[in-house]
């Protein structure tokens, strides 16, 4: 069976202590951060992920390297990969998140903004059938059930690697060959997990710092 790991962590727990083991590339693009919350957000994504790894691996954390070589250009800005493993990241607000498994597989969090433009990014997104089938009368419920289906839907492109080259509308439910399933997080939030697999995996739960939750 295909074991998933998701974890769940907030920038409140970022330490001082956690940037000293990044590596230099790492190091650098924390630092070019203008937004203080975004120099968190990385820095506890990379904390995340080489906690998790040590874990699997028994390894130190410091000793965790992370690539994150862009296959088209060649920059250090693509998905997050280490040797042996399949890994997503994520964030949005204050939450950050980690998946980790031996399939191919991708998550996303985002946060429920009940002001959001639904109509003008359902347009974008959405299935006909999709933006129909969306709340009418209560624009909480309708930006929820919105970003519900978005993280569907950017789970399954992290998950293939494909990304923003993909159209969004044409992704109706999960693809031959995926699970996609709702993720609990924290209130105001909505995430999805998404599993390139033969078989439904076995998620567990975490939060970083504690242990696991089902």
Partial sequence: MTEVEVWWGRIDQVREEYADDLDPVEAQRMNAYVRADDSARFLLGCTMVRSVLARRFSLPAASIRLNRTCPECGGPH??????????????????????????????????????????????????????????????????????????????????????????????????????????????????ALAVISPEPPDVRTFRFGSGPRR
């Fill in 78 to 191: 693509g998905k997050v990969r280490a040797d042996g493993v399949e890994l997503s990241v994520t964030h949005a607000g204050d939450v950050v998140g980690v998946a980790v498994g031996d399939a191919p597989l991708g998550l996303d969090v985002e946060q429920v903004d009940p002001t959001i433009d639904v109509d003008g990014l359902a347009r974008l997104s959405l299935s006909e059938q999709e933006r129909d089938a969306l709340p009418q009368d209560d624009p909480g419920a309708r930006a929820r059930a919105f970003t519900a289906l978005w993280t569907r839907k950017e789970a399954v492109v992290k998950a293939t690697g494909d990304g923003i080259r993909t159209d969004l509308r044409t992704i109706t439910g999960p693809p031959a060959g995926f699970h996609v399933m709702d993720v609990t997080v924290d209130r105001g939030y909505a995430a």
